[in-house]
């Protein structure tokens, strides 16, 4: 098993770029959500998904936006990159409802210049 | 305003020692809480849950606690070992309406010596 796979690892944008972090697990997982982690400051919710086709916002969305086409893939885009996105994400899954543990991918370590 | 806060920036304990790690939250009322572990460069992993109606729970060296009332959870490792050495982070559903979000704590660094 894969579990939850994040592509790309590393990445460096311009400010004003658009780009798109993939997240892709194939456990059949409901859940699906979309975290930033700033040295100190921990995990911050972006988006969260309960199933195909439904999204809601997390604690800091300004600037992000998701879909879920399909169960297994929550792509979350960056529409004009800021200096301020500059973080790592993780992407993370859960069987059923939220109150199953987190499965977390490997993250993606974002840089805007 | 809704705040999760976890003990000390980091812990430094003896090895062999029992490392205790705090959870408090403010303006939360969760049905569960859980711990997770994380080492440099990776994604967290999931260590523990616990519910609303349970007190406390255990895993091997693990033990956690869960007071309501106090809006607490307590993380105890006993015979800690330098393995141990990790960031660990409590996270809660945000309740109501937000029964979908799981907040996370900014987490506390654990070092164990040998």
């Known amino acids: 098993n894969a579990g939850v796979t994040q592509t790309p690892k590393f990445q460096v944008l311009k400010t004003g770029q658009s780009m798109t972090l993939q997240c892709a697990q194939d456990?059949?997982?409901?859940?699906m959500s979309w975290y930033r982690q700033d040295p100190g400051m921990g995990l911050r919710l972006i988006h969260y998904?309960?199933?195909?086709?439904?999204?809601d916002q997390g604690e800091v969305p300004n600037g992000y936006n998701v879909s879920r086409s399909t169960t297994e893939d929550f792509p979350l885009r960056l529409l004009s990159a800021a200096p301020s996105q500059t973080s790592v994400y993780f992407c993370?899954?859960?069987?059923?409802?939220?109150?199953?543990?987190?499965?977390f991918g490997s993250g993606t370590q974002l840089s805007v210049l | 305003s809704q705040k999760i806060e976890q003990n000390s920036e980091a812990l430094n304990i003896q090895e062999g020692k029992t490392a205790t790690l705090t959870c408090n939250y403010t303006?939360?009322?969760?049905?569960?809480l859980q711990w997770y572990r994380q080492d440099p460069g990776r994604g967290p992993v999931f260590l523990l849950l616990i519910r609303e109606n349970e007190k406390e729970k255990r895993k091997e060296r693990l033990k956690v606690t869960f007071d309501t009332t106090l809006k607490q959870s307590l993380f105890h490792i006993t015979a800690s070992q330098p393995a141990d050495s990790a960031t660990y982070l409590c996270a809660l559903e945000g309740g109501g309406s937000s029964a979908s979000k799981i907040i996370f704590g900014s987490g506390t660094r654990l070092s164990i010596r040998p």
């Open positions: 456990m059949n997982h409901e859940y």
């Open positions: 993370a899954s859960s069987p059923g409802t939220a109150s199953e543990k987190l499965f």
């Open positions: 303006n939360y009322s969760p049905a569960y």
């Open positions: 998904s309960v199933g195909a086709g439904i999204t």
